[in-house]
C-alpha cells in the first residue's frame, strides 16, 4: 500500500498478535485483572458470533495503527473477535483528508478547497473499499470506522443496517472558521452515525446531538515493543548500533522481543540526513519524536533549543521521526521535513554540532518501535511542543518510561501532563523562550526531573494502560447492542 499514486486497491488486512492477558495482568495487578476479566466475560457473551471491524487509512507510522494494534492486541488476548482493515488511497484522497486533518485542528493547511470535486475524489477512491467492506461485514458485526478517511464509508453501512461507530481522534478544543469547514464538509456522511467517540469532549462538531457524543481517551501497550522494558545496556548498544548515539562496542544487534514473541534484533540503521555525528553517550539528550507533520511544530523545537543553546549546557537534541515514505496517509511529511533541514543548515557550526534530525526506517515495524522506545529512555528530558494535538500518545509513552515531559497545553495532553507535577505545560507553544527555560531547568536539576519522571510513570500506570481503554469500549460496543435491542 503505497499511497503515492495510482488507483485505489480497496481494502488490505492487518494480522495482530495477540497479547496474553496473564502478561497484562502481571503490570496492571490482581484487582485491575478482575475487572478486566469480568468486562472480557461480558463482551463475550454480548459480543458472541459477532466481529468488531476497525477500518483506518494507515498500518504504520503514527499514533491511530499504535492505538488499533494496542486494542487489538489486548482483545484477542481475551478471546473477543476483532479485525482491521485498511482504506487505499492514492495522493489525491489523502491530500483531501490531510486537508480536512488541519481544518478539523483548526487551521487552514495547504489553503486548497472542499468543494464539489473534492467530495469527489473522496467517494471515487472509498468506492472500493465499501465494497470489499460490504462483502465481508454481517448486519450483526460492529464497524469501528477512524477518522476523516473513513467517514465516508458510514451512510451505505447504516443503510444496510450495519453498527457504525465513527472514532475521530483529531480536534480543536474550541471550533473556529477552519474546523467548521471541516465538519461542513463531513456532515453528510456522519448524520445518520448512532455514536462518535472522541478524545476531548470538546473535540465534537456543534452540531453532533449530544446523547451520541462519547469520549474514550487513548492507551499504550506496556507489553508493546514501543514500551517494553529494556535495560540500560540495551537502550545503549540499540542507539549505537543504529547511528543515533556515538561509539558502540561491535556486538551483534541488541535484541527485543517481537509482537508475535519472537526474538528481534536491531540492525537497521537510521538515516540521520547529514545532520553531523551523533551525541555522544554520556551527554543529556532533549527528543521529539514525532510524526513530521507541521502541527508537531519540530521546527520550533529546533529553532527554540537554538536560540538558547547556552542555556542547555552540554545537551543535544534530537528530532526523530518516522521515514517520510513510510505513513501513507500524510503527503506533508516529505515537506514538513525539507524545511527543517533547510533550517538546520542555517544554523551557526557550533549549533548544528548539537542538533540532529533522524528518519526511523519504517520495513520493520518492531524495530521502528524498539527504536523509539530506546530513543524516550536514553532521553533527559522528553518533549512535545505540538501546536494542535488530539491526544499526544508520545506523552503518554514518555511518562511510562519515567521521563519528565515539556509539552504545549493543547488538546488531549493537557489531559495527561499535569504542570509541575508530571512534567512542564507550555501555555503557548509559540513561545520558544518559555519553551527553552522549562527544557534547561529539568536539565539543570536531575532530581526535580526524576520526581516528575517517577509521577509521571505512576499516572500512566493508573490512567493510559490498555486495560482502561478496552474497558471502555467494551462497555460502549455493550451499549450500542444493547440500544439496538
Keep these: 500500500m503505497d499511497g503515492q ?17 496473564a502478561d497484562l495482568y502481571d503490570i496492571i495487578g490482581p484487582s485491575r485483572a478482575a475487572v478486566l476479566e469480568n468486562t472480557a466475560a461480558t463482551a463475550r457473551r454480548a459480543f458472541a458470533g459477532r466481529t468488531v471491524f476497525n477500518v483506518n487509512s494507515t498500518a504504520t507510522g503514527g499514533g491511530v495503527a499504535e492505538l488499533l494494534q494496542t486494542l487489538l492486541a489486548t482483545a484477542g488476548g481475551l478471546d473477543i473477535q476483532a479485525r482491521w482493515l485498511v482504506v487505499d488511497g492514492d495522493a489525491e484522497f489523502f491530500t483531501v483528508t490531510k486537508r480536512l486533518h488541519n481544518h478539523l485542528y483548526g487551521v487552514v493547511g495547504d489553503g486548497g478547497p472542499l468543494g464539489a470535486d473534492e467530495h469527489r475524489q473522496y467517494q471515487t477512491t472509498l468506492a472500493a473499499s465499501l465494497g470489499e467492506l460490504l462483502a465481508q461485514v454481517r448486519p450483526d458485526d460492529i464497524v469501528l470506522l477512524h477518522d476523516p478517511q473513513t467517514a465516508g464509508l458510514a451512510p451505505p453501512l447504516c443503510r444496510a443496517g450495519i453498527p457504525v461507530v465513527w472514532r475521530c481522534h483529531v480536534g480543536v478544543d474550541v471550533a473556529n472558521e ?9 456532515r453528510s456522511y456522519l448524520d445518520e452515525v448512532g455514536i462518535y467517540v472522541f478524545s476531548r469532549r470538546q473535540f465534537a462538531a456543534e452540531w453532533m446531538p449530544a446523547e451520541r457524543i462519547h469520549v474514550i481517551p487513548p492507551s499504550i501497550d506496556p507489553l508493546s515493543t514501543k514500551n517494553q522494558l529494556l535495560v540500560p545496556s540495551d537502550v545503549r548498544h540499540s542507539l549505537q548500533l543504529v547511528g543515533l548515539l556515538d561509539g558502540g562496542t561491535g556486538r551483534p544487534g541488541a535484541s527485543f522481543t517481537r509482537r508475535d514473541g519472537s526474538a528481534g534484533q536491531v540492525h537497521q540503521p537510521v538515516d540521520l540526513l547529514g545532520t553531523g555525528p551523533p551525541p555522544p553517550p554520556d551527554v543529556p539528550v532533549v527528543l521529539q519524536a514525532s510524526r513530521w507533520d507541521g502541527l508537531k511544530d519540530m521546527a520550533g523545537v529546533m529553532a527554540g533549543f537554538a536560540e538558547h543553546l547556552e542555556a542547555m549546557g552540554p545537551a543535544h537534541l534530537v528530532l526523530a521521526g518516522p521515514s517520510v515514505d513510510g505513513v501513507a496517509d500524510d503527503p506533508e511529511a516529505t515537506e514538513v521535513l525539507a524545511h527543517c533541514l533547510v533550517q538546520w543548515r542555517a544554523l551557526p557550526d557550533d549549533h548544528r554540532d548539537r542538533i540532529h534530525l533522524a528518519c526511523v526506517p519504517m520495513t520493520d515495524g518492531d524495530e521502528a518501535a524498539v527504536v523509539v522506545n530506546a530513543l524516550q529512555r536514553h532521553a533527559a528530558v522528553v518533549v512535545q511542543k505540538s501546536l494542535a494535538e488530539g491526544f499526544g500518545l508520545t506523552v503518554a509513552e514518555a511518562m511510562w518510561k519515567s521521563r519528565p515531559v515539556v509539552a504545549s497545553a493543547v488538546g488531549g495532553i493537557v489531559d495527561q501532563v499535569i504542570d509541575g507535577q508530571t512534567g512542564r505545560l507550555l501555555g503557548n507553544p509559540y513561545d520558544l523562550a518559555a519553551y527553552a527555560s522549562a527544557v534547561a531547568d529539568l536539565l539543570a536539576d536531575p532530581v526535580e526531573a526524576a520526581r516528575m519522571g517517577a509521577n509521571g510513570r505512576e499516572r500512566a500506570s493508573e490512567q493510559f494502560l490498555s486495560d482502561r481503554h478496552l474497558e471502555q469500549w467494551a462497555q460502549l460496543l455493550a451499549l450500542l447492542l444493547a440500544q439496538r435491542g
Excluded at 477552519?178 to 463531513?186: D, I, T, V, Y
Aim: proline share 8%.
Design 5 to 21: 499514486g495510482g488507483p485505489a486497491m480497496g481494502l488490505q488486512e492487518v494480522q495482530v498478535q495477540p497479547v496474553s492477558a
Design 178 to 186: 477552519h474546523s467548521r469547514l471541516g465538519w461542513e464538509f463531513l
